[in-house]
């Protein structure tokens, strides 16, 4: 239909306050002086022609003072109407042109202008109506009532329509005014105020209408012709059913239009987009879903940035386990592997170099760490300055821990060799239980990892700085391997490493 011209900007797309204002002003005027026009003519058709009017004399004459003055006070109506809206909305007008925030008086004109055109309207048809009705009432009581019965049909639903028409039209101008400051305001309609003027055009005034004529008939008030009252009902039901068709339209997509954006919302939060948004152009409840959505979709990214910290604090793995089961202090005893990685000569590298070229060095190197850790599907556990430790088998378990971890060395060595010849690093890898979990204290703690295999591969890392290719693994680790990785690696001698009483056979990649 015609109206979905004016359905309102999707969310993102912004028009400056003048090409809004230009674009409601002339539908919003057309549409509500339209109204008028043909409500005034639907009043002078239901006295004329319609309504069942009791025979007088000088029916010309009357009919004659009838039209002119109908004329005469629609034109001079219309113009006091425009008027007053003009001189009423002019700050909203010079808010638009200056395209600025509006301030909280500005706000509310914009989103009470189509109730203060409301009532603006009822008062002037309630004016005529009691003007048309005495200017009769001196022909004939009988002419008064038919007068009163045909300008309260016309007056209500000419209201009414123009209401619905005023608010359909001025979307993209309560949709500015709400970009900033309250989402709701308390003198605009609702829901069911729009429902029930739709009701009023399509049901109620009709009914009335056709009431007033039975009782006219019954109390011998009107010309009792049965067949000239059933025209009159007809007629009367066939420009409620048009007009109340038009009504109903506007006020169901008035409803229909928001509640489609949010389902459309939905559907892209539901796809993993965060950056749907609906506009809002309502201070109502419906206003209200469409910012309610927007802030619950703002509560969402922010969830989600505030998870992506966590996971690059704590690790992707550490922080899904604390999102879904919580973050309690304790462990448990957990078969893992270990990877222990220190750079060589760090401590002469920052006295050498700048402290930017220290850290880019460092970034560059715990990138490679970082991406074959995880594709290897363990976790960073923690950083140690130039040194990093890192899990497999916590918190999540692993099929094979131990190869994945000797597989992972393997491709971090050589990696680094290509990547970042400039640095050296001793690469330790263990295997074993170790109690894993959150410690150290309700207000702050951290998941870890402690056992003998840290300890071990710390160790490992040392001897492994001074051996050719810097990656030296307990023998322990290989032989819990699986066979596809074992074979990978070949055994060495067994040394007592630095805290431990036990031997630890090494283990180097073959090759």
């Not at 007053?84 to 706000?107: A, F, G, S, Y």
């Not at 000239?228 to 066939?238: E, L, Q």
């Not at 386990?321 to 920052?350: C, H, K, N, Y």
């Not at 071990?456 to 700085?465: F, G, N, P, Q, S």
Request: glycine letters at 10%; a negative charge; charged letters at 20%.
């Amino acid at each position: 239909m015609w109206m979905d011209f004016f359905r309102p900007m999707p969310a993102g797309q912004r028009r400056s306050g003048r090409a809004i204002l230009l674009r409601a002003a002339p539908p919003l005027g057309i549409g509500v002086i339209g109204s008028n026009i043909i409500g005034a003519m639907i009043l002078y058709s239901l006295m004329a022609w319609v309504i069942p009017v009791p025979q007088l004399e000088d029916d010309d004459r009357i009919r004659a003072v009838n039209v002119v003055a109908l004329v005469t006070y629609t034109a001079l109506a219309l113009t006091i109407g425009i008027f007053k809206t003009i001189k009423d909305l002019r700050p909203v007008i010079v808010w638009l042109n200056l395209d600025r925030p509006p301030t909280p008086e500005e706000q509310a004109l914009a989103l009470l202008g189509p109730r203060r055109l409301l009532v603006r309207m009822a008062m002037l048809w309630g004016f005529g109506l009691i003007l048309f009705t005495a200017l009769n009432f001196a022909y004939s009581p009988r002419l008064a009532l038919v007068v009163g019965i045909a300008g309260l049909f016309s007056g209500l639903g000419t209201c009414a329509f123009s209401y619905l028409v005023a608010e359909r039209t001025t979307r993209e101008v309560a949709r500015r005014a709400l970009e900033e400051g309250p989402k709701e305001h308390p003198g605009v309609p609702g829901v069911t105020t729009r429902v029930m003027l739709t009701w009023a055009i399509s049901t109620g005034v009709p009914i009335l209408g056709v009431a007033l004529m039975a009782g006219g008939v019954a109390l011998d008030i009107l010309p009792p012709d049965t067949q000239k009252f059933a025209y009159a009902a007809m007629a009367i039901s066939g420009v409620a059913l048009f007009i109340g068709l038009q009504a109903m339209f506007l006020v169901s997509r008035s409803i229909a239009d928001p509640v489609k954006s949010v389902r459309i919302g939905i559907d892209r939060v539901g796809a993993g987009d965060l950056t749907a948004n609906v506009p809002v152009y309502d201070a109502s409840e419906i206003g209200l879903l469409q910012s309610g959505f927007n802030d619950m979709v703002d509560g969402l990214r922010e969830r989600e940035r505030v998870r992506d910290l966590f996971g690059r604090h704590v690790g992707e793995d550490v922080a899904e386990q604390a999102l879904q089961v919580g973050a309690e202090l304790g462990g448990e005893v957990r078969e893992v592997a270990v990877v222990f990685i220190d750079i060589v000569g760090s401590t002469e590298m920052a006295t050498k170099l700048p402290p930017q070229e220290v850290v880019e060095l460092l970034n560059r190197f715990f990138g490679v760490v970082v991406d074959v850790v995880n594709s290897h599907g363990g976790s960073i556990n923690k950083f140690e300055g130039d040194a990093a430790l890192c899990i497999f088998g916590a918190p999540l378990d692993r099929d094979d821990a131990a190869g994945d971890a000797l597989a992972a060395a393997r491709r971090m060595v050589k990696r680094l060799a290509v990547e970042l010849p400039e640095l050296a690093a001793g690469v330790g890898v263990s295997a074993g239980p170790a109690v894993a979990g959150n410690v150290g204290s309700s207000e702050r703690h951290e998941y870890t990892v402690i056992g003998d295999p840290v300890n071990e591969a710390a160790r490992l890392t040392e001897i492994a700085k001074t051996v050719e290719g810097g990656l030296v693994a307990s023998a322990r680790v290989v032989e819990a391997a699986g066979e596809e990785e074992s074979k990978h690696w070949q055994l060495g001698e067994a040394v007592v490493v630095r805290g431990r009483s036990e031997p630890t056979r090494l283990a180097t990649p073959t090759g």
